[in-house]
């Protein structure tokens, strides 16, 4: 049952190309199945999330990842009367933008791309299917309706925002530049997506071994868990049960942070009294943890950043990762034609164009943003055996 302030399919804003309602499924359940079914979905299960893929077959990837997050967006929706296929579908889609080897290869192509517009993840994860995605006769991208593609655009800097409100009068940039909010769905999924990631490095921190039991115990909610659990099964204590302590416990934080958010956003909406989804986006953010609740999270994740993510071991290994980029960026702006030959039409197509140079090298981010970590290793070791990694950057695109 959707509440009034859901978004319903059927009153969706359309997609930027019209086409007909599609049999038996609603449009939100087409943008999902376009997301489910496209090349870059698929590319999320060789994208690293906090470790790199090759250090273990069961670390999360970029797409058990967006499966977590799908799970408890949706589990969420239900309880909150909002739309589950809509939240499914952002979910899904909220990471196609990543760059391989997580947010060390989003800095560094941020870095290289920065005299040409710089590089954001979530704007490129719109890139994907608003353009770079080749599946449909009729036009580029999957043709997602507004509402994905509002949920999808988590962030945006204000230039970016003035560019897309540009092509795109009152579209998905305009509320970065009103500071207004997206639909109930949207903030849904970012907040899914905190929970998901916050309950998951711990369990990949543990595994790796970079974080142990007992360093938790600072970490207030996780803490509770844990002693909540052995209170109740004593035998956890024992190394018999191996990692089930771990599991209990991040399974009882995760159903607290579920059950504190849909108590927390209910009373809020009770209080808002929205009674449509547009209303909604003219509120402040309805999507909330409690007062108690939303501390705890912080301070679980200052631990998470402090201890896992500036791990000396993690930044080691994102220094390689960071570097093995750069030199792919540099290497294609010297010799474009090593890219594939889509990438090297688009890149050609551009020269002599007044702003070719930004475009030029928007395509080889594109290219790059679109590899898996694997890919780009050995794009990187190939071109290292053919001797076509370059030091500095290349004249390419100086040149009048
Ligand atoms: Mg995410």
Do not use: W
């Not at 509002?150 to 970016?160: A, D, F, N, P, Q």
């Not at 049960?241 to 599991?247: F, I, K, S, T």
């Not at 010799?335 to 990438?343: K, L, N, V, Y």
């Not at 943003?369 to 076509?388: I, N």
């Amino acid at each position: 049952m959707l509440a009034a302030y859901a978004c319903d399919p059927a009153h969706s804003r359309g997609r930027r190309f019209a086409q007909a309602p599609a049999l038996g499924r609603t449009e939100y359940q087409r943008d999902r199945d376009r997301i489910v079914h496209c090349s870059a979905f698929r590319r999320l299960v060789y994208k690293t999330q906090v470790f790199l893929n090759h250090e273990g077959d069961l670390f999360r990837t970029r797409l058990t990842h967006s499966l977590e997050v799908a799970q408890l967006g949706r589990s969420m929706a239900r309880s909150l009367g909002l739309n589950e296929d809509l939240v499914e579908a952002i979910a899904l889609a909220h990471d196609l933008g990543h760059t391989p080897f997580g947010h060390a290869g989003q800095d560094a192509l941020n870095e290289c791309m920065a005299p040409f517009g710089g590089f954001e993840h979530n704007l490129q994860s719109l890139r994907v299917v608003d353009q770079l995605e080749e599946r449909y006769p009729q036009f580029d991208g999957l043709n997602l309706t507004f509402e994905t593609r509002e949920g999808v655009l988590k962030h945006c800097s204000r230039i970016h925002a003035e560019e897309i409100e540009a092509g795109e009068p009152d579209g998905v940039g305009h509320r970065f530049l009103r500071g207004t909010q997206p639909s109930l769905e949207a903030q849904l999924c970012n907040l899914a997506d905190e929970i998901a990631y916050n309950a998951h490095d711990i369990d990949d921190g543990v595994r790796s071994g970079l974080i142990t039991l007992d360093q938790l115990q600072q970490v207030a909610l996780f803490d509770d868990f844990r002693r909540q659990s052995l209170a109740e099964f004593a035998h956890l204590q024992d190394q018999a049960a191996g990692r089930r302590l771990l599991y209990e416990s991040i399974r009882r934080m995760l159903g607290a942070q579920v059950h504190d958010v849909i108590a927390a956003t209910s009373r809020a909406l009770r209080q808002a009294a929205p009674h449509s989804a547009d209303e909604v986006r003219q509120m402040p953010a309805l999507v909330q943890f409690g007062e108690e609740m939303g501390t705890k999270s912080l301070v679980l994740k200052h631990f998470l950043l402090h201890q896992l993510y500036r791990h000396p071991r993690v930044l080691q290994t994102t220094g390689q990762a960071r570097e093995m980029l750069r030199a792919l960026f540099n290497a294609y702006r010297a010799h474009p034609q090593e890219m594939q030959p889509r990438f090297v039409a688009r890149f050609y197509a551009l020269q002599g164009v007044s702003d070719g140079a930004e475009g030029a090298a928007r395509v080889i981010a594109d290219y790059i943003a679109g590899m898996t970590d694997r890919f780009a290793t050995r794009e990187h070791e190939r071109l290292m055996k053919s001797d076509l990694l370059v030091e500095s950057s290349s004249s390419v695109f100086g040149a009048p």
